[in-house]
């Protein structure tokens, strides 16, 4: 069991990155990689990338939702980002799944720009409504419903 997490702080959102298994034995290195994002984060979305995890638990998507707690209070959300299916049935097992919104394949993000040399930079754009990928996909916006999610 294992996990490694990369915290980067970008223009319009703080991106964390994981790599490895999401459980019990784990869950305290999320804890401290979530908190430090959201200190980094200030009007930021912040956004979790998934595709480096593994394995997945209760246990291990606790710090999710409680960080997407302490945004909630702020009008935000935490974003999930390249949820592949095995994550998602992960998800889904433990009723997590309609849970967060998840940011369509459609817009890049620097997905685990640790591991991965071919990631993207997100630009900021200059009217402070976000950032694009530089091809002018921009990251979505929750309603601010958390009833519709």
């Known amino acids: 069991m294992h996990l490694h997490t990369v915290c980067t702080v970008h223009p319009d959102h703080v ?3 994981l790599h490895g298994d999401a459980d019990v034995l784990t869950a305290p290195l999320l804890r401290q990689a979530f908190g430090t994002a959201l200190r980094r984060a200030e009007h930021r ?5 998934l595709c480096g995890v593994d394995f997945m638990d209760h246990s291990g998507a606790r710090p999710l939702v409680e960080a997407d707690q302490i945004l909630h209070v702020q009008s935000r959300r935490l974003w999930l980002a390249c949820l592949h299916s095995r994550t998602a049935r992960i ?3 433990i009723r ?3 849970y967060f919104p998840v940011l369509p394949v459609t817009v890049a993000v ?3 720009q640790h591991f991965d040399p071919g990631w993207r930079r997100w630009t900021a754009g200059g009217d402070g409504a976000g950032g694009s990928d530089g091809m002018d996909r921009p990251l979505p916006r929750p309603s601010g419903n958390r009833d519709a999610w």
């Open 91 to 93: 998800l889904r097992g």
């Open 15 to 17: 991106l964390v990155s």
């Open 96 to 98: 997590l799944d309609d």
């Open 110 to 112: 620097p997905r685990c």
């Open 45 to 49: 979305y912040v956004v979790a990338d």
